[in-house]
């Protein structure tokens, strides 16, 4: 058996390999790296909003700065590398193939990620993570707007180069007695989620160039100035960012298909639905990107147009959710922590789907666009979605990774504490918005129902800190020190833990 | 495993007529937002960084702070001389973004005397949160 950290090597050996499980290693640390460092600045953000008036953050422009970064940080370099950390650990393995189809072009698509990271975090830009013109290219202070740029195109490569080895090797590489009706939903998952994105991001790709050479002032594509027309750029970027939610959510669902049978000690309840759901989203998720832009005057029937198609994915999403609760019914589930992240996950995943709802009605969206009502909502799926499963899974691979266990009881009291803490933040922020509170603001007028929300979910905020700083305890010292784990059934569920996992591929 | 599939399939249903009723509902309300009185006053909006000026069909133009009557409907033609902002009334559900080169409309009817906040809701950069005025609705004089 091959455990990574089992058996100690000297790091660069795991730097320079290109096996999937040792890039999946980098892209783990990596990607947990930057899951402490954008929520640091969330703490400094709910901080410096606990009251109006200046708190903590000396000026406007490191605030907007510092939400900027957050943004970007946790959606590119912490939920994007984390799904690519699991798909490299499981697909291979899942798949039966000894490896990723393309060892090397893997290990590069791993590589560019650090030195975009650093772009984004030296030039500290604070355009928001869509970079909308004209601003971004009239009034964005540079060298930060033009590193922010450059970082966003690499991790754009970076991202295409993955999906690329992904589909190759579920579609490809898949061992023959193998079809694709019986490839696991997780790897499912990133079959579809890499299509989104070879479909999705060059218009990203081809948007950012754009705004590059408009800031140069060689072209005016989206500059009214120059003859250009800023909701053009809108519209690219939302092509590409509407479906990538549903890149960054898929994967996540993957996961907890995987954690909920298991934990139930129940077969799926419907493996086939789990797939059609996926296909669906992935298809129908590129009919309602402009559902972001309802308020930039767009008639009254393309209005309609991207709503139908918001509703439409709906039901993809609710399907989902009817998967995971049919297999808990009448099942003898185990609450180990993996299960109560996937659990609490699922919960919060519907309550941001309802919110979700309202937004795309669009007379509701007047009320609810740009307030911090849309930073609940989305924030319900990045974190309590997205961050819940993920951190499921985490603990749910940890035994994997390591060979030992985590500290259950810490496992569970950041589970609690996180999931105390979230609800206080994004259902409080729903609220905030219709109070009317507008996002991304530095300072707000001493009203007191905006103090009072305001306060709620700073001090939830801070609750989420401390337990994220016992789940960095858990981790770091479970990984030297945990008990030893039972490789064949670490969570006492009954069954294999995991796929065969003496067929481990061997480093070559 | 052998399981029934119905439960699914109503759950499917139920879920596709919600969204059903939901667009439906929402078209009609849109449909009757977007139908502007004949008669309203045009009032011109244009946001800069970081500040509200508004232009009366007389002329008279402010800064920071608009003056309406009761009883009237007003018709915003929102744009922007610099970047993108957002032109928001929440007490009043105005809420539309203004951009260089192009007009937005909008229309509104207070029907009450009193103060209301008036705010950018779109990112535009060192001073948005702060990119504030105020709606002042007053009674027809005569
Ligand atoms: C039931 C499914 C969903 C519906 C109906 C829905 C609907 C919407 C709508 C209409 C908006 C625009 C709100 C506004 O700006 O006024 C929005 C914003 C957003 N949604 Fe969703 N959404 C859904 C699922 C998701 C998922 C799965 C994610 C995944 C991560 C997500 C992430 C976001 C983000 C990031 C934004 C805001 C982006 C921004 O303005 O910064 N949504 N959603
Ligand atoms: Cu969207
Ligand atoms: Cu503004």
Known sequence: MVLELQKPRPIWQIMFSTHHTDVGLLYLIMSLGFLFLGGALALAIRAELFLPGSQIIGDAMTFNRMFTVHGTTLIFLFIIPFASAVGNYFVPIMVRYKDMAYPKLNAIAFWLIPPAGALIWLGFADFTWYATPPYSIISAPGPAADMWIFGLKILGISSILGSINFVVTIMRCKHPDMSLGQVPLLAWSFLTSSLIILVAMPTFAAALLMLLTDRLGVSGFFNPAMGGDPIAYAHLFWFTFHPEVYVLVIPAIGMMYEIIPRFSRKPIHSYQSGITAFVLLSIVGFSSWAHHMYATGMSFTEKTVFMVGTLAAVPASALHVFNFVATMWNSRIRFSTPMMWAIGGIALFFSAGAGGVANAAMPLDFTTHDTYWVVGHFHLFVMGTIAFGSIGYLYYMYPYVTGRMYNETMGKVHFVMSFIGTVMVFFTQHVLGLYGMPRRIYDYPPIPEWITMNQIASIGAMIIGVSMAIFLANMIYSAGKGKPANIEDPFGVGGRYYYPFEAKNPHH | ?142
């Open chain 2, 1 to 142: 495993m052998a399981h029934s599939a119905w439960p699914e399939w109503i759950y499917v249903g139920v879920v596709i007529a919600l969204m059903c009723w939901v667009g439906a509902e929402a078209w009609e309300a849109e449909r009757l937002v977007e139908h502007y009185p004949e008669d309203a006053h045009v009032i011109k909006v244009t946001g800069q960084q970081w500040f509200w000026t508004f232009e009366h069909e007389d002329g008279t133009k402010e800064i920071g702070e608009l003056h309406v009557e009761t009883g009237k409907a007003y018709k915003f033609e929102v744009t922007s001389k610099d970047v993108n902002h957002s032109f928001n009334i929440h007490d009043y559900v105005v809420l539309m973004d203004a951009i260089p080169g192009r007009v937005n409309h909008v229309w509104f009817a207070p029907d009450k005397a009193g103060e209301h906040d008036i705010q950018c809701r779109e990112y535009c950069g060192l001073i948005h949160y702060n990119m504030r005025g105020k709606l002042i609705v007053e009674d027809p004089s005569s």
